[in-house]
C-alpha cells in the first residue's frame, strides 16, 4: 500500500542552524501538509501547498520556515535559525485532488526534530 | 480560533469491552476524520466522515458525524489489545486545513 515516508527520522541541530525536513508524499496525491506535534500535545496545522505554491500557512509558520517542491517526488520544509521550541514530531501529510478522496490526508511517520 | 475538545481524556478498560468517545466544537466542520497514533509514529487515517449524520463503520470502527456539524463520535467494539494508543478526532471548516482534538489514550486491560 502506497504511504508517505520521511526522512530523517531523528534530527538533532544546535540552536540557531538550519534543518531541512524531507518528504515523499504519495505517488498520485497533489496536496502537500506540514504539520508539527510537540511531546505530548496534539498536531497542529503549519501549511499546505499545492501547484507549487502555499494554499494556506498558520501563524505558526512565519519567515522561518519555508516549503519547497525540489523535483517530482520530494517535499521539503526547512527551518532557518532554528530555536530551543522548534523541538517537536514534524509530520509530512498529503492527499488526492479532484476526487471523492480529497479531503483524506494520510501522514507519514514524522521527523523528530530536537533543536539543543 | 477554532478548538476541538475531546473526551474523554484518557480511558483504562477491559479487554473485548466497548469503547466510546467524541469530539465536540462550538465551530461548524464539513469533514471529520479519525486517526489513531501509536506512541513515536505517525497518525493512521481510521475513518472519514463527509455529511452530516453520516454513520461510518471500519471493521470495529464505527464514527459518526453529529447532526449539528459540531461533534463527532467513535465507537470501539469488542476491544482489544492492539487498540492501544491515542484517538484523534480532526476537523475541516472549509479549506484543506485540518483542526485536531486534544486526543483519548486508550489502553486495554488483558
Known amino acids: 500500500e502506497p504511504e508517505v515516508t520521511q526522512t530523517p527520522s531523528h534530527q538533532v541541530t544546535q540552536m540557531g542552524q538550519e534543518v531541512i525536513l524531507r518528504c515523499v508524499p504519495i505517488?498520485?496525491?497533489?496536496?502537500f501538509y506540514w504539520y508539527r506535534q510537540i511531546l505530548g500535545q496534539k498536531v497542529e496545522f503549519l501549511v499546505s501547498?499545492?501547484?507549487?505554491?502555499?494554499?494556506?500557512k498558520s501563524e505558526i509558520f512565519d519567515d522561518q520556515f519555508s516549503v519547497e517542491r525540489p523535483d517530482g517526488s520530494n517535499f521539503t520544509l526547512k527551518i532557518r535559525s532554528t530555536k530551543l521550541e522548534d523541538s517537536a514530531m514534524y509530520f509530512c501529510?498529503?492527499?488526492?485532488?479532484?476526487?471523492?478522496?480529497?479531503?483524506?490526508?494520510?501522514f507519514g511517520p514524522g521527523t523528530r526534530l530536537t533543536v539543543t | 480560533g477554532q478548538q476541538l475538545n475531546q473526551s474523554p481524556q484518557s480511558m483504562f478498560i477491559q479487554e473485548g469491552e466497548d469503547v466510546s468517545m467524541n469530539c465536540t466544537s462550538s465551530?461548524?466542520?464539513?469533514?471529520w476524520l479519525w486517526y489513531k497514533q501509536d506512541p513515536g509514529e505517525g497518525p493512521v487515517l481510521l475513518i472519514a466522515?463527509?455529511?452530516?449524520?453520516e454513520l461510518t463503520s471500519n471493521g470495529r470502527l464505527t464514527a459518526q458525524f453529529g447532526i449539528t456539524r459540531k461533534d463527532s463520535f467513535l465507537n470501539i467494539s469488542a476491544s482489544i489489545p492492539s487498540d492501544v494508543g491515542i484517538y484523534f478526532c480532526?476537523?475541516?471548516?472549509?479549506?484543506?486545513?485540518?483542526?485536531f482534538g486534544t486526543g483519548t489514550r486508550l489502553k486495554v486491560l488483558a
Open positions: 501529510a498529503s492527499s488526492e485532488w479532484g476526487t471523492a478522496s480529497s479531503y483524506e490526508q494520510y
Open positions: 505517488s498520485n496525491h497533489l496536496y
Open positions: 501547498f499545492y501547484n507549487n505554491e502555499i494554499s494556506e
Open positions: 465551530s461548524i466542520f464539513n469533514t
Open positions: 466522515l463527509y455529511k452530516a449524520g
Open positions: 480532526a476537523g475541516r471548516s472549509g479549506t484543506y486545513k485540518y483542526i
